[in-house]
């Protein structure tokens, strides 16, 4: 799994009819775009360190509307 901040993280429910999180990706430990990433999630108003599992997949930013910028790679300050 690759991301770009500004990307949306999101993760299924494991139950039917279950809610899905969403969330956008607002930093990357990884330069390369792999987990973890920190994501705000959209339902609630925090960020949280994650490292998706088989029920996550990312969306990029151009698919829901929004452009990438170069700022994009930048790898999280730590």
């Known amino acids: ?30 330069s390369d775009g792999s987990p973890p990433y920190v994501v705000r999630w959209l339902d609630e108003e925090h960020e949280t360190l994650i490292f998706p599992g088989p029920d996550a997949h990312v969306e990029p930013r151009r698919e829901h509307g929004e452009h ?11």
């Not at 039917?16 to 990706?25: A, E, K, N, Q, S």
């Not at 990438?68 to 730590?78: H, L, T």
Request: hydrophobic share 40%; aromatic share 0%; net charge positive.
């Open 1 to 30: 799994m690759k991301a770009a901040v500004g990307d949306r993280l999101v993760i299924e429910s494991l139950h039917l009819d279950g809610p899905r999180r969403t969330g956008v990706i607002t930093a990357l430990h990884h």
């Open 68 to 78: 990438r910028g170069k700022e994009a790679a930048r790898p999280a300050a730590r």
